[in-house]
């Protein structure tokens, strides 16, 4: 069973920085590719960012050069950075271990003033 859990999540200006962690099942970082995704009101989720076994990244054209995906196998964690965040940034930010199906229960980014 793959478990997920966010935390990290908060209120922040614009232009402030946030940074979330997925503490996850030992080892799942080693099998999956590891994502975080996000969902604002009224939207469906969407990828922000992935990392992969071997450490490749990518990500949504809107975050690229603010938000940085990390991962710590030693310590079962995925990392997401966020720097100059905007208000179109807030959501529920989630963590998921791709193609497992498993999801965590989500954590709320507001960026506002």
């Known amino acids: 069973q793959v478990r997920l859990v966010e935390s990290g999540g908060g209120l922040v200006q614009p232009g402030g920085s946030l940074s979330l962690s997925c503490a996850a099942s030992r080892y799942i970082l080693r099998i999956y590719t590891m994502a975080w995704y996000r969902q604002a009101p009224g939207k469906q989720r969407e990828l922000v960012a992935a990392i992969t076994i071997d450490g490749s990244t990518n990500y949504t054209d809107s975050v690229k050069g603010r938000f940085t995906i990390s991962r710590d196998n030693t310590k079962d964690t995925v990392y997401l950075r966020m720097t100059s965040l905007k208000p179109e940034d807030t959501a529920v930010y989630y963590c998921?271990?791709?193609?497992?199906?498993?999801w965590g229960q989500g954590t709320q980014v507001t960026v506002s003033s």
């Open positions: 998921n271990a791709m193609s497992s199906g498993s």
